[in-house]
C-alpha cells in the first residue's frame, strides 16, 4: 500500500540513460516502495516511435507502483503538473565544437524547457539536470523557469561514485566503507573530487592511500577523465552509471542525510566557500528530506584552493558565455 503519488517527467526518455533510468523509477528504487508514480515523457517527434516501445515496455513490467506513462514531443504536456523533473535529454557535443558552441545549442533546449517548467510544473517542482554540460544547462533553466534556486540541482553524483568506486579499488575497501567524498564545482574536467576531506573505514582517505602522488595525480585523472575513458571502451557515453547516479542523487535529496555525513550535487551558489553568488556548483549537501543545506566548516589546504579556483573560473566564463540566454529570460 502506498503513501504517496508523485509525477516526474524525464526528458530525452527515449535515449539510452532515459532507458535505463526509467525501469529503475517504475520499480520505487528512486522514491521507494511507499510512492506511486506517474511518469511523463517528453522526446523529439522524431523519436516519439522508439518512445512508444519503451512506452509498451514498462507496460509489459506490470510494475505496481507505476501509475500511468504519457509519452509526448510537446514541453507542456510533459512538465504538466510535474513534482521532479529530470532533464536528461541534451544536444551531444559534436566533433570539432568548442565548449561554448555546446553551452548555446544546448540553451535553446533548456530555455524552453525551463519555460515550460514554469508554466507547466507544480510550483514545488524540483529539477535534476542531467543533460552536459549540467551546471550551466541548469543556470539556464533556473533563469526561464522562474523557480526558486532551492528547487534546482545539477548532478555531479556520477562524478562521486567514480572517485568513490577508484579510492576503494586502491585500498582494497568495500565501496561503503568510502565516505564523504564530495565533488566541487563544475561537472567537466575542472571538477575536484575531494580526497582529503573523504573517509576509508574512518579514517582519512589520504592517510589510508598513503601515496599524495597516486591522490594528485592518477586518481583525480581517472575521475575527470573517465566519461572519456567510458566512450573509447564502449563507443558510447555513459549510461546505466549516469542513470544510477540520477537515482542516487534524488534518493539523497529526498530523505534526511545522516549525522556527520553528506553527498554532491550542485546547486545554485549562496557565496559558501567563496563561490560567486548564482553559478550552479558542486558541493557537499545535508539534507533534511524537503530541502539541503550546503555543508559548512569543510577545510581546503593550497592544494584543493587552487583545485576549486580552477572549476570556478570555467564557470564563471560559462556564465558569461550564456549571458544573452540568461537576460532573454
Not at 167 to 186: M, P, Q
Not at 320 to 327: M, S
Request: charged residues 20%; contains cysteine.
Amino acid at each position: 500500500m502506498t503513501d504517496n503519488t508523485v509525477r516526474i517527467t524525464v526528458t530525452g526518455a527515449a535515449g539510452q540513460i532515459g532507458y535505463a533510468l526509467l525501469y529503475r523509477i517504475a520499480a520505487g528504487e528512486m522514491l521507494g516502495t511507499n510512492t506511486s508514480v506517474h511518469l511523463n515523457l517528453l522526446e523529439l517527434e522524431v523519436a516519439l516511435g522508439a518512445l512508444e516501445g519503451v512506452r509498451m515496455e514498462l507496460e509489459d513490467c506490470a510494475f505496481p507502483l507505476l501509475k500511468s506513462i504519457t509519452t509526448t514531443a510537446d514541453p507542456d504536456v510533459a512538465f504538466g503538473d510535474a513534482d521532479w523533473a529530470l532533464l536528461v535529454g541534451a544536444a551531444p557535443r559534436k566533433k570539432g565544437m568548442e565548449r561554448s558552441d555546446l553551452l548555446q545549442v544546448n540553451g535553446g533546449i533548456f530555455t524552453g524547457q525551463g519555460a515550460a517548467i514554469g508554466r507547466s510544473a507544480k510550483p514545488g517542482c524540483r529539477v535534476l539536470v542531467v543533460g552536459n554540460p549540467c551546471n550551466t544547462n541548469a543556470l539556464i533553466c533556473q533563469s526561464a523557469s522562474g523557480l526558486p534556486s532551492s528547487q534546482i540541482h545539477a548532478m555531479t553524483m556520477l562524478d562521486q561514485n567514480r572517485a568513490m568506486s577508484q579510492l576503494a579499488l586502491k585500498s582494497g575497501v568495500d565501496v561503503k566503507e568510502v565516505r564523504n567524498l564530495c565533488i566541487w564545482g563544475n561537472h567537466s574536467p575542472t571538477m575536484y573530487p575531494d580526497y582529503y576531506n573523504a573517509t576509508i573505514q574512518g579514517k582519512p582517505a589520504a592517510e589510508v592511500i598513503g601515496d599524495e602522488n597516486w591522490l594528485q595525480g592518477d586518481f583525480l585523472k581517472t575521475v575527470q577523465q573517465r566519461g572519456a575513458a567510458v566512450i573509447s571502451a564502449r563507443g558510447a557515453s555513459s549510461a546505466a552509471s549516469a542513470a544510477n547516479a540520477a537515482i542516487k542523487t534524488v534518493r539523497e535529496l529526498t530523505r534526511e542525510t545522516p549525522a556527520g555525513e553528506w553527498f554532491s550535487a550542485a546547486v545554485p551558489s549562496d557565496g559558501s566557500y567563496g563561490v560567486p553568488e548564482g553559478i550552479i556548483f558542486g558541493y557537499p549537501l545535508r539534507s533534511t528530506g524537503d530541502g539541503y543545506g550546503i555543508g559548512e566548516g569543510v577545510s581546503h589546504n593550497a592544494f584543493a584552493e587552487q583545485k576549486i579556483a580552477v572549476t570556478t573560473e570555467e564557470l564563471v566564463n560559462e556564465r558569461e558565455a550564456v549571458k544573452d540566454l540568461l537576460a532573454a529570460s
